[in-house]
């Protein structure tokens, strides 16, 4: 496609309940990433996918919360028994290569995350 | 630990104006750096970046400044509009490192007709 999309672009739940986020990078694209972004505060960084490597999960605020990427395009987070603070704007990025400095993030417009 | 920071949280200036928006790092490491502008319910656009052997770099009205020895960034936006309100963020990182890439919280640019 023309950029980074992503579904669903709100998503209210309640506490408890598991959500799944979807995210479509830019067609060739080899490098994947999810940030999450709470009110008032920098971007977080969540995990990075490149190419058919292991993820780097890292960021990953604890083992509630993963994410997978079939056939090295669309990636799905999840987060499981929601609580109130992953209430969020949660973005993804891709770019064409990893780790090269130049390759500039292109985001996605985001999914705004309620939890009740 | 390193952080990445902005000194004003709000900026709000008249149209035709210029804006200057700044940014510390403390990382004296980092060797990219990106300015993006993200406007209400879209994600981050990039705008302007400069890597460290520049101290200046210039794209159609925006101007990123860097001074390595402070360790300060600004964007200079010229002849500020209206389609300029935003919130703008800097961020940085390591050379070539895509994934430890931080992050400033923003500073939101509000333009008065």
């Known amino acids: 496609g023309a950029g980074v999309s992503q579904s669903p672009s709100n998503k209210v739940t309640e506490k408890g309940k598991d959500v799944e986020l979807r995210c479509d990078p830019i067609s060739g694209h080899t490098a994947l990433y999810w940030y999450r972004q709470s009110l008032g505060q920098g971007l977080e960084f969540l995990i990075y996918f490149q190419g058919n490597s292991a993820p780097d999960k890292s960021g990953l605020p604890s083992d509630r919360f993963s994410a997978e990427r079939t056939g090295g395009s669309v990636s799905t987070l999840t987060i499981q028994r929601t609580q109130q603070e992953d209430s969020a704007v949660y973005l993804c990025a891709s770019t064409y290569r990893s780790g090269r400095a130049g390759d500039t993030q292109y985001f996605g417009p985001g999914t705004r995350l309620t939890v009740l | 630990g390193e952080s990445v920071g902005l000194h004003l949280p709000t900026l709000s200036v008249q149209e035709g104006d210029n804006s200057i928006i700044n940014c510390a790092y403390s990382?004296?490491?980092?060797?990219?750096f990106i300015w993006y502008k993200q406007e209400s319910g879209k994600g981050p656009q990039f705008i302007i970046d400069i890597r460290s052997n520049m101290d200046k770099r210039q794209g159609q009205r925006v101007t990123v400044l860097l001074n390595k020895t402070v360790k300060h960034l600004s964007l200079q936006i010229a002849a500020t509009q209206p389609g300029d309100s935003a919130v703008y963020f800097c961020?940085?990182?390591?050379?070539?490192?895509?994934?430890?890439?931080?992050f400033g919280a923003g500073t939101r640019l509000t333009v008065k007709p």
């Open positions: 961020a940085e990182r390591e050379k070539d490192n895509n994934n430890d890439m931080r």
């Open positions: 990382n004296s490491a980092s060797d990219y």
